[in-house]
């Protein structure tokens, strides 16, 4: 009659690791789902906002953005351009970029633009642009010709000069480097 009651004490240790292992991979899995929801509520929050954040991967907007960072945009449907505008682009299908590309606006319909003035500046309306942003080698090293941004597109180009794929580039390789408004998908308002 004694031996029914005994219950040996390794069946009760392995039920026990049995109940914590399970309690360790609910709480796993509720962290990860936790994780997941929050992860996709970002998303939401941003989608419900009218935003969109993108991961930079080209050093075409260094110093002022530089690979690694992630950006948040405000869509747009309906873009105005302003010079200096830093945006998401849809590049024209014949610049042959893979996916959204991210520069600045440095010419808006009507303006007139050139590179470069006696000091490597680029010319605004015949006048040196102020390029803060363009760091310590802020002159264009790829000179252009005169070019006027006609009505419904702009003139974009990378903060860094030198390694940015911009109007600049595809004006020389293509005869027409501007980029159709409608293709301004979002603009950046803080970096």
Not at 20 to 44: D, E, I, K, Q, W
Not at 45 to 67: K, L
Not at 69 to 81: I, M, S, W
């Given at each position: 009659?004694?031996?029914?009651?005994?219950?040996?004490?390794?069946i009760v240790f392995r039920d026990r690791q049995a109940i914590m292992s399970a309690v360790t991979r609910a709480r796993t899995l509720?962290?990860?789902?936790?994780?997941?929801?929050?992860?996709?509520?970002?998303?939401?929050?941003?989608?419900?906002?009218?935003?969109?954040?993108?991961?930079?991967?080209?050093?075409?907007?260094?110093?002022?953005?530089?690979?690694?960072?992630?950006?948040?945009?405000?869509?747009?449907?309906?873009?105005?351009?302003?010079?200096?505008?830093?945006?998401?682009?849809?590049?024209?299908?014949?610049?042959?970029?893979?996916?959204?590309?991210?520069?600045?606006?440095?010419?808006?319909?009507?303006?007139?633009?050139?590179?470069?003035?006696?000091?490597?500046?680029?010319?605004?309306?015949?006048?040196?642009?102020?390029?803060?942003?363009?760091?310590?080698?802020?002159?264009?090293?790829?000179?252009?010709?005169?070019?006027?941004?006609?009505?419904?597109?702009?003139?974009?180009?990378g903060d860094n000069r030198e390694l940015a794929l911009d109007s600049r580039s595809y004006r020389r390789m293509l005869g027409d480097?501007?980029?159709?408004?409608?293709?301004?998908?979002?603009?950046?308002?803080?970096?």
């Amino acid at each position: 009659m004694s031996d029914s009651l005994r219950i040996p004490v390794n069946i009760v240790f392995r039920d026990r690791q049995a109940i914590m292992s399970a309690v360790t991979r609910a709480r796993t899995l509720a962290l990860v789902l936790l994780t997941a929801a929050l992860t996709a509520g970002c998303g939401l929050a941003y989608s419900i906002r009218g935003q969109r954040a993108f991961d930079v991967r080209s050093e075409s907007m260094a110093p002022t953005i530089q690979p690694g960072t992630r950006v948040v945009a405000d869509l747009v449907d309906h873009y105005t351009p302003r010079t200096g505008d830093i945006v998401v682009i849809q590049p024209p299908e014949k610049w042959g970029a893979n996916g959204p590309v991210l520069t600045r606006v440095i010419g808006i319909p009507g303006s007139t633009l050139k590179c470069c003035d006696a000091n490597g500046k680029v010319l605004l309306d015949d006048k040196p642009l102020l390029e803060p942003y363009t760091g310590l080698n802020g002159n264009a090293d790829r000179y252009f010709d005169a070019v006027t941004v006609p009505s419904g597109r702009v003139w974009v180009m990378g903060d860094n000069r030198e390694l940015a794929l911009d109007s600049r580039s595809y004006r020389r390789m293509l005869g027409d480097g501007t980029v159709p408004v409608e293709n301004v998908i979002g603009v950046v308002h803080s970096e």
